[in-house]
């Protein structure tokens, strides 16, 4: 089952990007489905949410973090801040890759959230199978729409992984100031394949370190204080 998997999601890069980057790329989904033992490689248009009724305008399809980059940020992190997170907060959580990685990188409160049903339960499931190495592991899946949701207040870690456009981008960058200056304390944010960065940066946001390893392969952590 895997293998179908796989062997679509390399024609899907291939033909959205190339082949160079889709073999990159699946070579990476292969060592870190295996890693962390979780189901979250494909691609999905958001074709039934659509035939549903539910509004896509402002969304883009699904694709899963890069295992590399994720890992790297998760690296950079720990090394640039030197501190011990409380509560780790995935907006657009998808299938709950990063949300499982940052289990692995000793977070042990994640929140995702994301306007899938679908998504939220293979989340679901692939964080039960990582808490079963992290009994500790609090975690929460959300079915909701980024644009309305009020951060808690102790999150103090983010990720996105340019889940939708720049009008739900200033939104939810609102939403994170506002919840900033209720509960004052340091929140800093992974954003991968940063297209609407200035929407952060105008709330606040610094930029503290960038990467980009390849085309459509960039990544961006900020710090808001």
């Not at 980024?146 to 999150?155: G, H, K, L, S, T």
Request: glycine share 4%.
């Amino acid at each position: 089952m895997k293998a179908l998997a796989y062997i679509k999601y390399f024609f899907f890069l291939a033909s959205k990007w190339n082949i160079k980057i889709a073999k990159y790329i699946l070579s990476q989904e292969i060592k870190g489905e295996k890693k962390y033992g979780i189901t979250t490689t494909g691609a999905d248009e958001l074709k039934t949410l659509e035939e549903r009724g539910i509004d896509t305008d402002h969304s883009t399809i699904y694709m899963p973090v890069s295992y590399s980059v994720l890992e790297e940020m998760f690296e950079q992190l720990n090394f640039l801040t030197n501190t011990s997170f409380n509560h780790f907060l995935d907006i657009g959580c998808g299938k709950g890759r990063a949300l499982c990685v940052a289990a692995h990188n000793e977070f042990r409160k994640v929140t995702g959230i994301d306007f899938s049903k679908e998504f939220c339960k293979a989340a679901e499931e692939n964080l039960s199978i990582t808490q079963q190495q992290f009994p500790n592991l609090q975690y929460k899946v959300i079915n909701n729409d980024a644009f309305y949701f009020e951060i808690p207040n102790d999150v103090d870690c983010i990720f996105m992984f340019n889940p939708f456009d720049d009008v739900i981008m200033s939104g939810v960058a609102e939403n994170i100031l506002e919840s900033f200056e209720i509960s004052q304390r340091p929140i800093t944010l992974i954003y991968v394949n940063p297209l609407y960065k200035e929407e952060l940066l105008a709330v606040g946001f610094k930029q503290i370190y960038y990467t980009q390893k390849m085309q459509y392969l960039e990544a961006a952590i900020l710090e808001l204080k």
